[in-house]
């Protein structure tokens, strides 16, 4: 009998923040912004374990509320600005393989401030990386108006030329150029190995999971929120 596949979702959610004081409790559309990111992964099918890592005792006890697990507190040097993702995830597996005496095989990360996200996306982006057997998936979003053909920057003689160099000037319809993708912030999915011994949340076998423009918000500004308001009223 072998194993089981362990996967542990984890909600990095501290108490600070830049661009919006207490980003992480701050309403919308009536509901702290954490719900959506815990209410996406408690209807999951396929994590194994679903946790909420904060310094922070009101965003612990809001998250206990809404039904996460909060199991131990992390740390305040890991929750600063200059704090990064892979050192809070790596914390989290460390700290919940002593706490669960088992081994996670693999993490889903869940950051609160893409509430947008769905179950269903969660789900379908661990079916992808278990039948594709990548060393991640990473949810990506189409880049529309941004495409970087149509990019520009100034050169040292103060020209105005293209980022990318085409061989041809840019002015084409949206439709002829070539799909382009950006990093959508809703979930990362990656091996334990890849975390705990290559040191990153991307692996170098990585698979798309592309998230509709329609639910890729990524919460930073107060204008992003409104976004995310109006959207959520018309799902």
Not at 29 to 38: E, Q
Not at 42 to 71: C, H, K, M, N, Y
């Amino acid at each position: 009998m072998t194993d089981p596949f362990n996967i542990l979702g984890i909600i990095p959610a501290r108490g600070g923040s830049k661009g919006i004081s207490r980003k992480n409790l701050v309403e919308l559309a009536g509901k702290p912004l954490i719900a959506y990111t815990i209410e996406a992964g408690l209807g999951a099918d396929r994590l194994s374990r679903l946790i909420v890592s904060t310094e922070d005792d009101e965003i612990a006890q809001a998250a206990a509320f809404l039904g996460a697990d909060v199991p131990f507190k992390r740390p305040a040097d890991l929750s600063t600005d200059t704090a990064q993702s892979l050192e809070v995830v790596r914390h989290a597996i460390t700290a919940m393989e002593k706490i669960d005496d088992c081994t996670y095989h693999a993490v889903v990360m869940l950051q609160p401030t893409t509430p947008l996200r769905t179950s269903r996306d969660i789900d379908a982006g661990i079916e992808l990386f278990l039948a594709s057997g990548a060393d991640s998936v990473v949810s990506v979003v189409d880049v529309g108006a941004n495409h970087p053909y149509r990019m520009k920057r100034i050169d040292e003689d103060g020209r105005l030329v293209n980022f990318v160099d085409q061989g041809f000037e840019d002015m084409r319809p949206r439709q002829e150029l070539p799909p382009v993708y950006i990093r959508s912030g809703d979930l990362y999915i990656v091996r334990r190995h890849v975390v705990m011994e290559l040191g990153t949340l991307v692996g170098q076998h990585s698979m798309p999971l592309v998230i509709p423009p329609d639910r890729a918000v990524n919460i930073d500004t107060t204008s992003d929120l409104a976004r995310a308001t109006e959207l959520l009223s018309g799902m």
